[in-house]
């Protein structure tokens, strides 16, 4: 059976910082591309950020230079480290884990930026 647990999630102040990991198991980690999407109310999920399994990343134009998306195969862990956070950046984030026709979703972690 295919998990993605995601954590690290809670509320920060404008300008703080949060690190997101996603621990995936039933998997063969390595060769999946894992993507950190985020879904705040009343709008569309978007993809934040993405790695392949060759360890390629991708940002959205929004998080470029903020936030870095890292992979640990040993640990088959994502992670999403997110700086200088704005209000903008308050969702429910979820992890992505994609090979080939297979997709597998976190239950998403809440972040909220306010002061």
């Known amino acids: 059976q295919v998990q993605l647990v995601e954590s690290g999630g809670g509320l920060v102040q404008p300008g703080g910082s949060l690190r997101l990991s996603c621990a995936t198991s039933?998997?063969?980690?390595?060769?999946?591309?894992m993507g950190w999407y985020r879904q705040a109310p009343g709008k569309q999920r978007e993809l934040v950020a993405g790695?392949?399994?060759?360890?390629?990343?991708s940002y959205a134009d929004s998080v470029k230079g903020r936030f870095t998306i890292a992979r640990d195969n040993a640990k088959n862990t994502v992670y999403l480290q997110m700086n200088s956070l704005k209000p903008e950046d308050t969702a429910v984030y979820y992890c992505?884990?994609?090979?080939?026709?297979?997709?597998?979703w976190g239950q998403g972690t809440q972040v909220t930026v306010s002061s």
């Open positions: 790695i392949r399994s060759g360890a390629y990343t």
């Open positions: 992505n884990a994609i090979y080939k026709t297979q997709s597998y």
């Open positions: 039933g998997l063969v980690f390595s060769i999946y591309a």
